[in-house]
């Protein structure tokens, strides 16, 4: 499994290059840490239960292997695609980091509400479904990596770990103003638009109305 997820890694570090190589800039390749159980970050202490993350303070991907069995056994997600995606979702919050986008986020949290912040963090993460839907359109048209089946798997992924289903199965209820990731609607159409568009100009999740 590690080695499956660095080959992931890897492919989203061709895509970037490339992408911001055309726009002018440079991608700087983010640092991945596999854990098991436990993991000290920049962003603090995390325990296996908060899932895969991405720290912009040290700019590395930290994946706890044990979440894709998770994702297979808990969350009915099996496929390698869906745990490319989940990673690819990663990588989208580092591209926030390097295109100033989580640090513009964090500066208008600290003067919101809960409820707003809360709002603000879905649009993120939405843009972050977007741009892992990006890595897999540029991925696939340069390399041909997506086989049948493979984008449903990604999208069952996303629909799977959506904040409305999982607080359904955890607490049995559904509160919106909670939200911080996105509905399972919402996250498979954001990942869906950035498959079919391919472009940054596509994920602008901040600017839209409807999400």
């Not at 895509?15 to 002018?24: I, Q, S, V």
């Not at 325990?47 to 994946?63: H, L, M, R």
């Not at 808990?74 to 989208?92: K, L, S, T, W």
């Not at 509905?183 to 869906?192: C, E, G, L």
């Amino acid at each position: 499994m590690a080695d499956f997820v660095s080959v992931v890694l890897g492919d989203t570090e061709d895509t970037w290059n490339a992408l911001f190589r055309d726009a002018g800039s440079r991608y700087e390749e983010p640092r991945l840490v596999l854990f098991s159980g436990s993991v000290n970050s920049a962003c603090g202490y995390a325990q296996a239960a908060t899932g895969p993350f991405y720290c912009p303070g040290d700019q590395k991907v930290y994946i706890d292997l044990s979440f894709y069995r998770d994702l297979q056994q808990r969350f009915g997600a099996p496929g390698d695609f869906a745990q490319a995606y989940v990673i690819a979702h990663e990588i989208g919050h580092h591209v926030q980091t390097l295109l100033g986008i989580s640090q513009e986020v964090r500066k208008a949290q600290a003067k919101l509400g809960k409820t707003e912040s809360n709002a603000l963090s879905v649009r993120q993460e939405l843009q972050a479904d977007c741009f892992a839907g990006i890595w897999a359109h540029h991925a696939n048209r340069s390399r041909q990596i997506v086989e049948s089946g493979d984008i449903d798997e990604a999208l069952t992924a996303a629909a799977a770990i959506g904040d409305d289903r999982l607080q359904k199965q955890s607490r049995g209820y559904v509160s919106p103003e909670s939200f911080t990731h996105g509905s399972s609607a919402q996250r498979t159409k954001w990942f869906k638009r950035g498959w079919s568009k391919g472009e940054l100009s596509a994920c602008d999740t901040f600017e839209t109305a409807s999400l």
